[in-house]
């Protein structure tokens, strides 16, 4: 079955970088679009990033310029870099194929 497994979370200051890596398994990673979400405390799902089979990159406004996601297909994994962390960046990040989700990693930014 779809297994999606997230890490690199943890403390970071403001202005930190971290990078997030997600393996996944039991489908066609290479073919398949994979995507970031992250939840904050007290809040919904905020989509963050997508990147496509042709490694097309979309990021939301509330990311662009600061994340970047990239693929590394012979691995199945995607990650997300974040730079210049915000403490509103401060969520359980979570990667995802449509509606199907890993556990998450949880990213505190936070001096």
């Known amino acids: 079955q779809v297994q999606l497994v997230e890490s690199g979370g943890g403390l970071v200051q403001p202005g930190g970088s971290l990078r997030l890596s997600c393996a996944g398994s039991?489908?066609?990673?290479?073919?398949?679009?994979m995507s970031w979400v992250r939840q904050a405390p007290g809040k919904g799902l905020e989509w963050i990033s997508t990147?496509?089979?042709?490694?097309?990159?979309t990021y939301s406004e509330s990311v662009k310029g600061r994340f970047a996601i990239s693929r590394d297909n012979a691995k199945s994994t995607v990650y997300l870099q974040m730079n210049s962390l915000k403490p509103e960046d401060t969520a359980v990040y979570y990667c995802?194929?449509?509606?199907?989700r890993g556990r998450g990693t949880q990213v505190t930014v936070s001096s």
């Open positions: 995802a194929i449509g509606i199907t």
């Open positions: 039991g489908f066609f990673f290479s073919g398949t679009t």
């Open positions: 990147i496509d089979r042709g490694h097309l990159r």
